[in-house]
């Protein structure tokens, strides 16, 4: 499974980052608010404990990097609060830096892993028609790529921490190309999304009309049979994203001393809040109930009708 490479991936990077930096005083302008952030550490850490409690109780491994991800966005904030003691703390600032900065990677990497499962209970006919990349390589394809613009922002996240000017702004650059090439990624992602859904709806309509007799109950443990769920939780996890995506670009645009950067407010509205929604969402509508319903029958019926699918 590539998913939780990326989860290993996220540890050895963040730590060894750490460890390479000399020096022990940070040039951050921004002193973080303890309050938003508790709010921020209460929040993440009650959805993680939830995640966790969803894996071990339903399964799958393939949702391994979600709890991993809320986990550390968790702690991300915990530090944002000490940093609050120790503003010129280097490596505070750097712990804080890296794990709210690289920790929705690992929800980008859940969002591929879903999509390509999703589509390959349907059997073969529906993905084949429906989908413009085999969902095999899905997770593949976007993971990696995730992968890539990881270590970017990774190495220049941790040069925005420096005490000299001169590296600050050499590690807005090499964060912004990362940012950029994610957000180009994850923007070809959610067109796949939204082209699978249009083309199921217009080419096998029994099989987007099935919502299956296996009724929908939050906290339970059985297969659900209505994939719409799951497909409109996807989508919206995808817009959050997006959202987040762009604040940051935005961000790393004006630069450090720039009035976002000064400004938390922002932070809180479009990363830390519409990230938490969407991957909370995944409590309720955990994907593998989802995915436990056998759909290549529905179909295969479905191939059977006249002018079911050009």
Same mark, same amino acid.
């Given at each position: ?11 050895? +990077? ?14 951050? %302008?921004?002193?973080?608010? &303890? ?8 929040? *993440? ?9 969803? @894996?071990? #109780?339903?399964?799958? #491994? ?6 991993? =991800?809320? +986990? +550390? ?41 879903? @999509? ?48 000299? $000017? ?16 994610? %957000?180009?990624?994850?923007? @070809? ?13 217009? #080419? ?28 409109? +939780? ?13 604040? #940051? ?5 004006? =630069?450090?001393?720039?009035? $976002? ?20 969402? *995944?409590?309720? &509508? ?6 436990? $319903? ?10 059977? &009708?006249?002018? =079911?699918?050009?």
């Amino acid at each position: 499974m590539i998913s939780p490479l990326l989860s290993v991936l996220f540890f050895s +990077t963040f730590f060894l980052s750490v460890l390479a930096k000399d020096g022990s005083k940070s040039n951050a %302008l921004l002193v973080p608010a &303890v309050v938003p952030a508790l709010v921020g550490l209460a929040l *993440y850490a009650f959805s993680g404990i939830f995640h966790w409690l969803q @894996l071990f #109780r339903i399964g799958q #491994r393939f949702m391994l990097p979600l709890p991993i =991800g809320m +986990t +550390t966005m968790a702690a991300g904030f915990a530090v944002r609060i000490l940093v609050h003691s120790s503003p010129t703390s280097l490596g505070l600032n750097i712990a804080t830096t890296l794990l709210i900065l690289l920790s929705p990677c690992l929800f980008l990497a859940i969002d591929y892993v879903i @999509l390509g499962r999703l589509t390959s209970v349907f059997g073969p006919e529906v993905s084949k028609q429906c989908m413009l990349i085999a969902p095999t390589r899905i997770a593949k394809i976007f993971v990696w790529s995730d992968v890539g613009t990881f270590l970017i922002q990774a190495i220049g996240g941790s040069m925005t921490t420096s005490s000299n $000017i001169d590296t600050i702004h050499l590690g807005n650059k090499i964060v912004l190309v990362g940012l950029a090439l994610q %957000l180009v990624s994850f923007g @070809l992602f959610t067109t796949l999304i939204i082209v699978f859904g249009f083309r199921v709806r217009s #080419r096998f309509p029994q099989v987007w009309n099935a919502t299956g007799s296996e009724g929908f109950s939050p906290f339970a443990s059985s297969p659900v049979g209505d994939w719409h769920i799951l497909y409109y +939780t996807l989508c919206l996890s995808c817009v959050a994203i997006l959202i987040r995506s762009i604040y #940051r670009l935005t961000e790393f645009i004006q =630069g450090y001393t720039g009035y $976002i950067s000064r400004h938390e407010a922002f932070f809180y509205f479009f990363d830390a809040l519409p990230l938490w929604i969407a991957m909370t969402l *995944y409590c309720v &509508v955990w994907p593998p109930r989802f995915l436990k $319903i056998n759909r290549e029958a529905e179909s295969m019926n479905m191939s059977k &009708v006249p002018g =079911g699918y050009p």
